[in-house]
C-alpha cells in the first residue's frame, strides 16, 4: 500500500526556516516524481514544487530562490527546506505522487494527509 | 492558467444527479483532473485526462470536456460523496487548481 508520511511541520516566526519530510513507503520512489502542495484556508490547493526522478527541480513563483525541494532515494523521503518565511506561507503542506512515473506535471494518485505550518509572530 | 469552478457550492439530496463545472482560462486539451477531499483527509484522484475514471472510483463519477470547459458529473449521490471537490490542469507549469466547489447535503 502507498503511504505518505509528511513531518516537520511547526510555528515559526517570520523569516525563519524549516525542513519538511515525506517519509515513502509501497512504491518503487525512485522511479517517480514528487510533489509538494499547501492548502490555505480562503486560498484552496496551491502547487508548491516538483522533483523529477533525476533530481530537476520546478518551483512556484511565490517560493521559489526561498523553498529548495530534494529527495533522498536511498531513504525513499522527499524534502522541502523552506527559509524566509512569510506569514502567506501558513498552510498545510503536503506531498503528492505522480499517477505516471513519466513525467511530473501529471496529476497525482496518492497524497500524504499534511504537516501544518504557521508562520507568524 | 486559472481555474474557475461552478458552483462554489451546492446542495443536493441523497440520489440527485449534480454537475460541477471547471472553466480555464486558455485551453488545456484533456490535461485536467478532479479530486475529491472530505474533512481532514487527503484529496483523493476521481478522474484524470478529463473523463478517464481512476481504478477503484464508482461509474456513477463521470467527467467530459476538453479545451477550456470541463464537467465532473455524479450521478445517483450517496452520503458519502458530500465533500469539496477540485479540479486541476497539468498543461502548463505552475499546476493549479480550482477554487473548490463544496457538496453538501440538503
Known amino acids: 500500500e502507498v503511504q505518505l508520511l509528511e513531518s516537520g511541520g511547526a510555528l515559526v516566526q517570520p523569516g525563519g526556516s524549516l525542513r519538511l519530510s515525506c517519509a515513502a513507503s509501497?512504491?518503487?520512489?525512485?522511479?517517480?516524481?514528487m510533489n509538494w502542495v499547501r492548502q490555505v484556508p480562503g486560498r484552496g490547493l496551491e502547487w508548491v514544487s516538483a522533483i523529477g526522478t533525476s533530481g530537476t527541480t520546478y518551483y512556484a513563483d511565490s517560493v521559489r530562490g526561498r523553498f529548495t525541494v530534494s529527495r533522498d532515494n536511498s531513504d525513499n523521503t522527499l524534502y522541502l527546506q523552506m527559509t524566509t518565511l512569510r506569514a502567506e506561507d501558513t498552510g498545510v503542506y503536503s506531498c503528492a505522487k505522480v499517477a505516471e512515473a513519466g513525467t511530473w506535471r501529471t496529476w497525482f494518485d496518492r497524497w500524504g494527509q499534511g504537516t501544518q505550518v504557521t508562520v507568524s509572530s | 492558467i486559472q481555474l474557475t469552478q461552478s458552483p462554489s457550492s451546492l446542495s443536493a439530496s441523497v440520489g440527485d444527479r449534480v454537475t460541477i463545472t471547471c472553466r480555464a482560462s486558455q485551453g488545456i486539451s484533456r490535461f485536467l483532473a478532479w479530486y475529491q477531499q472530505k474533512p481532514g483527509k487527503a484529496p483523493k484522484l476521481l478522474i484524470y485526462?478529463?473523463?478517464s475514471l481512476q481504478s477503484g472510483v464508482p461509474s456513477r463519477f463521470s467527467g467530459s470536456g476538453s479545451g477550456t470547459e470541463f464537467t465532473l458529473t455524479i450521478t445517483s449521490l450517496q452520503p458519502e460523496d458530500f465533500a469539496t471537490y477540485y479540479c486541476q490542469q497539468v498543461h502548463s507549469n505552475p499546476i493549479t487548481f480550482g477554487q473548490g466547489t463544496r457538496l453538501e447535503i440538503k
Open positions: 485526462a478529463a473523463s
Open positions: 509501497g512504491f518503487a520512489f525512485s522511479t517517480f516524481p
